[in-house]
Each structure stands twice: as C-alpha cells, then as structure tokens.
C-alpha cells in the first residue's frame, strides 16, 4: 500500500525550474525596484539565472518533491 502523495510547495514551483541535468535554477532577487541607487555592472549581474546555493539544496529539494 503506497503513501500519501507530497506536495509541491507553490511558491517554490514558481519561482525555480529544475534543468535537463537535475540542477536548480532561479532568477535573482534586488531589479524591481531602488535602482538607480545600484551600479550599472551589479544590475547587470543581476539580471541572470542561477543555479540554486549548495546550502539550500537539501531544504529547496525537500520543496519540490517531484520536479
């Protein structure tokens, strides 16, 4: 007799796409707004998407189940 199923959590699903390879990816927080307070090259660092910290893995994997 199988178990419950586990949920995707929502907010994660949103916000973090896993890739061909298994890897997590996100896009990064701090270009919505006060920008113009910011360097021309950290808004443009900024803009990518990047794989998910190696410290977060284990609790962000736990937030998406089954992706």
């Known amino acids: 007799m199988a178990g419950m199923k586990l949920k995707s959590h929502s907010g994660a699903s949103k916000r973090l796409k896993r890739t061909g390879t298994g890897k997590l990816r ?10 113009t307070g910011k360097r ?21 994997n736990r937030l998406l189940p089954y992706s």
């Open 40 to 60: 021309r090259e950290r808004k443009r660092r900024l803009k990518d998407v990047v794989e998910v910290n190696a410290v977060r893995k284990l609790a962000v």
């Open 26 to 35: 996100h896009r990064q927080g701090g270009r919505r707004h006060l920008l």
